[in-house]
C-alpha cells in the first residue's frame, strides 16, 4: 500500500502541479488579452480623439461658414428692406401728389360752383335793385313831371 500511497501522492501531487499550472495558464491567457485590449482601446481612443480634433476643426469652419452666411443673409435682407422702403415712399408720394391734386381739384370746382352761386345771387339781387331803382326813378320821374305841371298850371 505504501506504494499505492506513493502512487495517490504522485497522481494528487501531477493533478495539483496540472490545477496550478492550468491557474497560470489562464493568469497568462487573461494578460495577453487585457493587453489586445488595451491596445484595442489605445487604438480606438487615438481614432475617437483624431475623429474629435477633425470635428472640432470642422465645427470652427461650420461655426464661421454659418456667421459669413448670416452675415450675408443680414445685408440681402438690409437692401432688400430699403429697396422695398424706395418703393413705398415712391408709391406713398405718387398717392399724396394724387390726392392733392384731387382735392384741389374738388376744391376749385368747389369754389367755383360757389362763386357761380353767389354771382348769380348778386345777378339776381343787382337785378331786383337795378328793378326797383328803375320803379323809384320812373317814380321820381313822374314825380318830377306832375310837379313841373303842377308848377306850371
Not at 32 to 44: A, I, M, P, Y
Amino acid at each position: 500500500m505504501s506504494e499505492e500511497k506513493g502512487n495517490i501522492i504522485e497522481k494528487a501531487s501531477t493533478v495539483a502541479k496540472d490545477v496550478l499550472m492550468a491557474n497560470l495558464g489562464l493568469a497568462g491567457k487573461a494578460f495577453e488579452q487585457g493587453q489586445e485590449l488595451l491596445k484595442d482601446t489605445e487604438t480606438k481612443f487615438k481614432a475617437t480623439e483624431a475623429k474629435y480634433k477633425d470635428l472640432y476643426a470642422k465645427r470652427n469652419e461650420i461655426f464661421e461658414g454659418l456667421v459669413s452666411r448670416g452675415e450675408k443673409v443680414q445685408s440681402d435682407a438690409i437692401a432688400k428692406f430699403e429697396a422695398r422702403k424706395e418703393e413705398v415712399v415712391s408709391k406713398i408720394k405718387e398717392s399724396k401728389e394724387e390726392v392733392t391734386a384731387k382735392l384741389e381739384s374738388v376744391k376749385s370746382e368747389k369754389v367755383e360752383a360757389r362763386i357761380k352761386e353767389l354771382r348769380g345771387s348778386l345777378e339776381s339781387n343787382f337785378e331786383k335793385i337795378k328793378s326797383k331803382v328803375s320803379r323809384k326813378a320812373e317814380e321820381a320821374k313822374d314825380a318830377a313831371e306832375d310837379l313841373s305841371e303842377a308848377v306850371a298850371s
